[in-house]
């Protein structure tokens, strides 16, 4: 079965300090994995995406993603964060279930706080 | 640049009234979900569909919620009684046929009270 696990439910940074957001994943098979961004009272966001391709995926805002087989990771990094950043943020693997469908596993969530 | 249109964006109701939610996903857009977000929690599917047909609908309470999508384009969610517990964002995504590295792309959500 596939899951997707969010290792901190809270990071706070000062701006200008890089940012690490922690994904670990379980999947029978090759993944499919991404990175939602959520700020208040709105939708969600596509920052990135892995499919299989390179294993360093860019995304936007200065956002990039490591996939690392070897760990089940896909950690979440940025160099330098803004206080634009501040938000929640979504790991999500793309799961096979019987029927033939996809469907996509929402992680709990990390909310990242950014100071002056 | 398309969108994923949601109706309304809050939405204020007593307990065991009815309410609905509308979602019209993007043009062309095969596939379309329903999720359910609670305060500080990840986004859990409700119900997805394969054009008009629903092809999992497993954690839909479905004594009280009912989804349709006639034509597979837009779509509707209700519930009826609200409880108390219902309180939380709707959230509607779309994508083109959900394989395994799609993406899905979302509306700006409805803000359900119940009270």
């Known amino acids: 079965a596939q899951s997707v696990t969010q290792l901190d439910s809270h990071v706070s940074v000062s701006e200008g300090t890089p940012v690490l957001l922690r994904c670990n994943y379980s999947?029978?098979?090759?993944?499919?994995l991404f990175w939602y961004v959520q700020h208040p009272n709105k939708g969600l966001q596509l920052l990135l995406k892995y499919t299989s391709a390179a294993t360093l995926v860019k995304g936007i805002n200065g956002f990039e993603a490591e996939f690392k087989k070897s760990e089940t990771s896909f950690h979440l990094t940025k160099p330098s964060a803004h206080m634009s950043d501040a938000a929640e943020y979504f790991c999500?693997?793309?799961?096979?279930?019987?029927?033939?469908?996809?469907?996509?596993?929402f992680g709990a969530g990390t909310r990242l706080a950014v100071h002056p | 640049e398309a969108e994923v249109a949601q109706s309304p964006r809050y939405k204020i109701t007593e307990k065991s009234q009815a309410v609905a939610f509308w979602c019209d996903p993007i043009s062309g857009h095969a596939t379309l979900y329903w999720y359910r977000q609670i305060l500080g929690q990840g986004p859990e599917l409700l119900v997805q569909f394969q054009d008009e047909s629903v092809v999992d609908d497993s954690q839909l309470p479905k004594d009280r919620f009912s989804a349709e999508r006639l034509k597979g384009v837009d779509s509707t969610l209700k519930i009826q009684p609200a409880e108390l517990g219902d309180s939380a964002m709707y959230l509607c995504?779309?994508?083109?046929?959900?394989?395994?590295?799609?993406?899905?792309?979302f509306g700006q959500g409805t803000r359900l009270t119940v009270v």
């Open positions: 999947s029978s098979y090759s993944p499919s």
């Open positions: 995504a779309s994508s083109p046929r959900l394989t395994w590295n799609t993406e899905a792309f």
């Open positions: 999500v693997v793309s799961a096979l279930f019987s029927g033939g469908y996809n469907k996509l596993i």
